[in-house]
């Protein structure tokens, strides 16, 4: 895991990345920390690594689907669920759908 950002080394301008990228580059690799990068003192990007920002896409997939589940088993714990053959005949009603 990587450590927490370091003011002094993980915030810089962004002409101080377009001056010295490689440098920062190779940092970002081994720090495993993202690099926030700003215009006129306001942070205005961030760079990470891409290893990095797939685990942190996963970790939001896997809270969105529990998410889901958890508001799905709230629904059937407080009844506001259908059968389905019920909810296929009114879609057939609904799209002239025949059996």
Request: hydrophobic letters at 35%; a positive charge.
């Amino acid at each position: 895991m990587p450590a927490h950002l370091d003011i002094t080394k993980d915030i810089q301008p962004l002409t101080t990345f377009r001056n010295n990228s490689v440098k920062l580059i190779r940092q970002l690799k081994q720090t495993q920390r993202p690099i926030i990068l700003t215009v006129n003192g306001k942070p205005e990007a961030v760079l990470q690594d891409p290893a990095a920002y797939q685990r942190q896409l996963d970790r939001i997939e896997e809270a969105e689907t529990r998410e889901g589940i958890r508001l799905g088993l709230e629904d059937v714990a407080a009844g506001r669920t259908r059968p389905l053959d019920e909810v296929f005949d009114e879609m057939r009603v609904k799209y002239a759908i025949p059996r």
